[in-house]
């Protein structure tokens, strides 16, 4: 069976749990020579898992810019390119506009859109020495449809795919693809904690998904894992929606 990602080089940030840990799983399945980024230090059983699936773990702080440029370095030293970027590192603090901090608000652009940025800065001279290559970030249906309680992280997630569509247009003469994937409610651990305290309205909102289930980590990477691939070769710019048809 063909596997989509044979032999690329691929980046994933946020990968220690949810949604990256399941990106970094389906790309070393798909073929891929995967790094897996996060900040935290994984416990035993989580490096037995990458370490099977001969998956390169790096911690270090998105918003350290020193240590992440060393990080791609040592990545790009080690095998030659870079093939495939994938941003999925992101905080959330739901809160009302009334409720909003400002220090949680600077800390969600700080990690989801400069950071985003900075990596996107880097990795991409990278890129353009050998061709090309891929880059997906991570964005959200909220930047879409909007959603209450969730301001400050929606407008996050709008940057993103603003940052998406304009980065492909530039980028596109030295051959680097630049998309992103709008998950809509996914079941991951931090879905279970928001589930704990807002199970009601929870439920309001997966009763309007049409396909009448929650997504899962599995659905955005296999999404991801397509865009990343050169099957989607001839798409750049575009937010694919990951959501079950959802209308929030």
């Known amino acids: 069976m063909e596997r989509l990602l044979e032999n690329k080089i691929c980046i994933i940030t946020g990968a220690a749990q949810g949604i990256g840990r399941e990106i970094a799983k389906r790309f070393a399945e798909d073929g891929a020579v995967v790094y897996a980024c ?16 001969k998956i390169h773990y790096l911690s270090f702080d998105l ?10 370095m040592q990545v790009f030293k080690a095998e030659g390119r870079i093939d495939v970027l994938v941003n999925n590192a992101g905080v959330v603090f739901n809160r ?3 409720m909003i901090l400002r220090e949680e608000t600077e800390l969600m652009f700080r990690i989801n859109v400069i950071a985003v940025l900075e990596l996107i800065q880097l990795v991409s ?29 929606s407008a996050t997630k709008g940057a993103i795919i603003a ?3 304009s980065a492909a247009k530039e980028l596109a003469p030295q051959g680097i693809r630049v998309n992103a994937v709008a998950p809509g409610i996914v079941k991951t651990e ?11 309205k929870i439920d309001s909102r997966i009763s309007r998904i049409a396909l009448g289930r929650l997504g899962t980590p599995e659905d955005i990477a296999n999404a991801c894992s397509f865009l990343a691939s050169d099957r989607a070769s001839y798409i750049s710019g575009h937010v694919l929606g990951v959501d079950g048809c959802a209308s929030i």
């Open 38 to 53: 996060d900040r935290q230090e994984l416990d035993d059983s989580k490096i037995q898992e990458f370490e099977d699936l």
């Open 63 to 72: 918003t350290d810019a020193a240590a992440t440029k060393a990080a791609m």
């Open 96 to 98: 009302k506009i009334g």
């Open 125 to 153: 001279r990278l890129m353009a020495r050998n061709g090309g290559g891929s880059i997906v970030n991570i964005a959200s249906v909220t930047a879409v449809l909007g959603s209450p309680g969730q301001v400050a992280y």
């Open 163 to 165: 940052l998406t569509k």
């Open 190 to 200: 931090r879905f279970a904690e928001l589930y704990e305290v807002n199970g009601e």
